[in-house]
């Protein structure tokens, strides 16, 4: 449907619209309980535009019908539900796809994520967050990026091309909402809900770009954040909302906000009550208000406000508008219901696990491999201890977010090795020790899909000489350590890194044994194992539905890590943040020495990740020595495959800019590229930087600019490439 028939349609209904009609389409509830006579009520007076976590086909179709054919108007509802990294094939958690630096499986991991739920009647995820994260003390960390605002953008782009498809209302995908709108991952000291101090140089360079990007791939949604920024409440921001999204970045899509952040404006003491609050959001530009319920919705009472005038006509109609062409777009008032007779085979489609396991594998980053531990050699073993109390938890092993996942065929890291290696010979299993519960319980633990893994309690002593023993008696010892997955998410930031409960004591008890110890670490943030070194670590996050089976086939070497850091691995909680992309400040030489008591430097770098081969970086070459302001220069450089087997590297570009208007981080990530290659195999690999890549917001003028400066190049295997060249700037 074209922008002038989508146009013509939304006016010509638009001009029959009340003004509680209009503010009805504003207005997005919760319904957590089947046939709600409340909901219902208020869908059937037309007082509802959208409806949110109802994942039940007949309900959804329930709802619709009433919408359709008991409202005066009969416009459909748009359902909106949290598809985070899947519904039904549950697939690994947001930044262990973006560690995969692979954009067609992200993009198609978004595509069976939307077939799966566009099949069951929703129209629209909140997803992707596309928050930088550079404070791993956050626990929303897991379902975004990670900490570089180009890795951020390009992996933001992928997944809204994934939901969306090639255009809004393309048949089997659903409108992507990037959130959360904007600085939401700067919160004070990682603690989820603060408030967020943002330079407009940080802000532009870092925290915004990623919006850009999903914006610029279409997405057709925006999700506003809870948090003040800089003072000013993100819902109730018009500088933020209307200025920025909407006419600097020519948004044309509608604003929602997170749950009950309009109401909550009077919260912040920035309203001055719910009414107020409405009033306040709407100016801003938020287009529609997520509320828990009828009764706090500040929209509801947008009807009242215009009619005192604290709300123009014009102001209630574009937010209307855009509500209204969404719906047009995705052909509601043509097709509004669930075909329910579908529903299990798109949920139940094979292929859907076939790329689950596959992201899964190529999302596993190699942060240690001693003596090439892995892969392990099933000719030469005959029995394997698999230690830990994540090693057989489904729940786990999905990772927070998920919904309507099938706990029955998700694949623990025990069944995935027994189902491998299990005929052939002995596997012996021990939970460790006991996965302590959260100090602080969370919300989300109550709430349907996202409960907790039951607990398995055992006496630490007791077991932990248990688990020595079986690793005495074997020949190797995986061991799965980390987190459980309701401590890492919403509500879900942390003041520690250590591993929780007598993990370490079990982790230092096996390593002592001197037998070989693989640790497979189940997390979303860098953890501080005390120096402890296992033969080889190898970071498997939360892997999901087809978790365990990409274990396995990782731990034989049928298939080979590739995965790489998304944010530097920090050594300790009092490091963070510690972004790879700092200023070079006063006595760069001294930095690593910055602190008395241990090294300044990150355990792992940034875009860090090893293999099981080997790779060389060579004959590294510009295009040309001079360029000018404005135009692209080309870089190349070599890369051979040194080791044994056939394997995937992630070439990596950073640059430095010597001097201009403002000064520049040490190094920033510019391009990447994944490539396989055979053994003795050479690739050239070319990066294009182009004047959007050399360009950046300068504190000093308050604009955009490209500098005449000298850039400095440095490509490699992470963050910390040695191999560089150079080339000026200057004016034509």
Known sequence: MNDKVVSERVNALLAQMTPEEKAGQLCQFFSFTPNDVAITDEVAAGHVGSILVVRDPAELDRLQHVAVEQSRLGIPLLFGFDVIHGLRTIFPVPIAMAASWDMEIIEAGQVVAAAEARAIGLHWTFAPMVD?????????????????????????????????????????????????????????????????????????????????????????????????????????????????????????????????????????????????????????????????????SCYASLPQSLAVGA???????????????????????????????????????????VVAQEAAEKSFVLLRNENKALPLDRTKLGSIAVIGPLADSARDTLGPWVFDHDLAETVTVLQGITDKVGGEMQVAYSPGVTMIPRLNPSFFDALPGLQPAARVEVDDDAEILRAVELANASDCAILVLGEAQNMIGEAASRSSLDLPGRQQDLLEALIATGKPVILLLMSARPLDLKGAAPDAILN?????????????????????????????????????????????????????????????????????????????????????????????????????????????????????????????????????????????????????????????????????????????????????????????????
């Not at 052909?331 to 859907?352: C, M, R, S």
């Not at 010597?658 to 590229?673: D, M, N, Q, T």
């Open 132 to 296: 930088i994260a550079r404070d791993p003390r956050w626990g929303r960390m897991v379902e975004g990026a990670g900490e570089d605002p180009h890795l951020g953008s390009a992996v933001a782009a992928a997944q809204v091309r994934g939901f969306q498809g090639s255009a809004i209302g393309e048949a089997g995908r659903v409108i992507s909402g990037p959130k959360h709108f904007a600085g939401y991952g700067a919160a004070l000291g990682g603690r989820d809900y603060d408030e967020a101090e943002i330079s407009d140089s940080e802000l532009r360079n870092i925290y915004l770009p990623p919006f850009k990007a999903a914006i610029d791939a279409g997405a057709g949604n925006i999700m506003c954040a809870y948090m003040t920024l800089n003072g000013v409440p993100a819902t109730g921001n018009h500088w933020l909302i209307t200025d920025v999204l909407k006419r600097e970045w020519g948004f044309t899509g509608f604003t929602v906000s997170d749950a009950n952040s309009a109401y909550d404006l009077a919260t912040h003491n920035f309203a001055k009550d719910s009414a107020d609050a409405g009033v306040r959001a709407l100016n801003a530009g938020l287009d529609m208000e997520m509320s828990l319920s009828v009764k706090s």
């Open 540 to 732: 498997i996050w939360y892997p999901g539905t087809q978790g365990g089976a990409a274990v396995a086939n990782t731990l034989f070497g049928d298939a080979v890590p590739g995965g790489k850091l998304p944010f530097n691995w920090v050594r300790s909680i009092g490091q963070v943040p510690l972004p790879y992309a700092h200023m070079k400040t006063h006595q760069p030489k001294e930095r690593e020495n910055r602190y008395w008591n241990e090294q300044g430097s990150a355990s792992y770098p940034f875009g860090f990740g090893l293999s099981y081969a080997t790779f060389a970086y060579d004959n590294l070459r510009v295009s040309k020595p001079v360029v000018a302001l404005g135009e692209a220069i080309t870089v190349s450089v070599d890369v051979t495959n040194t080791g044994s087997c056939a394997a995937t590297e992630v070439a990596q570009l950073y640059i430095h800019q010597r001097y201009g208007s403002a000064a520049r981080p040490v190094r920033e990530l510019k391009g990447f590229k994944r490539l396989t290659l055979s053994p003795g195999e050479t690739q050239t690999v070319e990066f294009v930087l182009t004047a959007k890549e050399l360009t950046y917001w300068s504190a000093a003028v308050r604009d955009w600019v490209q500098d005449e400066t000298i850039i400095d190049i440095m490509v490699g295997a992470d963050s910390a490439a040695t191999l560089s060249a150079s080339f000026e700037v200057r004016a034509p």
């Open 311 to 353: 709300v123009s006509e014009n102001t209630l109609d574009d937010a209307v508008r855009r509500i209204l062409a969404m719906k047009f777009r995705m052909g509601l008032f043509e097709n509004p219901y669930v075909d329910q007779t579908q529903v299990n085979a798109v949920l139940g489609n094979p292929a859907h696990r």
